[in-house]
């Protein structure tokens, strides 16, 4: 069984552009989930979604940061337009139950 | 807002020795996850436990949960070179699957 992947693993893009990071869950799973980890911080959560609805959002930075997932499947989220602080590492997680199964990450580096 | 914090902040021990991380967190949860991360990866889900459990086992690994202290502990037995990664622990509250997650624990297995 495939895990959780996500694209690109590793992005370099300048302040002020447009970066889409996509993750495709485990396949049957209906909550997806979005993490970051700025540098030296912790991980933070930044959304959930139960299929294609948004079930907590709380995590979301600011209206900078777009997440979708379209039909319930596969999850995009946007950052629009980039700031130098949105560098970090962006994990994507799906789960059925409680227990969370985590993709590699995409590094996003902003310059 | 809970945080699940781990100690200590590094460890390096021989390999075969045991290690001992320890994780404590501030608010009352519904589950705890320990988490691996291997340098540039992902995260590799290791043990959940359930806050009306005190002790799992799975392999080399064991968890114990106090939530009379908040706290949790994973010991891994008879390390290996493998072993050496980033450790994190997670917790969910009640009502809410979002995971908070502590600094880890940087362990080195040294051969």
């Known amino acids: 069984e495939a895990g959780v992947t996500q694209f690109p693993s590793h992005s370099v893009i300048e302040k002020g552009q447009t970066v889409t990071l996509r993750c495709d869950p485990i396949s049957g799973h209906d909550n997806l989930y979005w993490y970051r980890r700025v540098m030296g911080k912790e991980i933070k959560f930044l959304l959930h979604?139960?299929?294609?609805?948004?079930?907590?959002e709380s995590g979301m930075p600011n209206n900078r940061f777009l997440a979708e997932r379209t039909g319930g499947t596969y999850s995009t989220l946007k950052v629009q337009p980039a700031e130098l602080e949105d560098s970090g590492v962006y994990f994507c997680?799906?789960?059925?139950?409680?227990?969370?199964?985590f993709g590699p990450g995409t590094r996003l580096t902003v310059t | 807002s809970q945080q699940g914090e781990e100690d200590p902040q590094a460890l390096s021990i021989q390999e075969g020795e045991n290690a001992t991380m320890n994780c404590s967190y501030k608010?009352?949860?519904?589950?705890l996850q320990w988490y691996r991360q291997n340098s540039g990866r992902g995260l590799v889900h290791l043990i959940l436990?359930?806050?009306?459990?005190r002790e799992k086992h799975s392999g080399r690994l064991r968890v114990t949960l106090d939530t009379s202290k908040k706290s949790s502990s994973l010991l891994i037995t008879a390390s290996r070179a493998a072993d050496t990664a980033s450790y994190f622990c997670?917790?969910?509250?009640?009502?809410?699957?979002?995971?908070?997650f502590g600094q880890g624990t940087r362990l080195t297995i040294n051969p």
């Open positions: 997670a917790t969910d509250e009640w009502g809410a699957q979002k995971l908070v």
């Open positions: 608010t009352s949860i519904n589950n």
């Open positions: 979604f139960v299929k294609e609805s948004k079930q907590d």
């Open positions: 997680a799906s789960s059925q139950d409680r227990e969370q199964y």
């Open positions: 436990i359930r806050s009306n459990e």
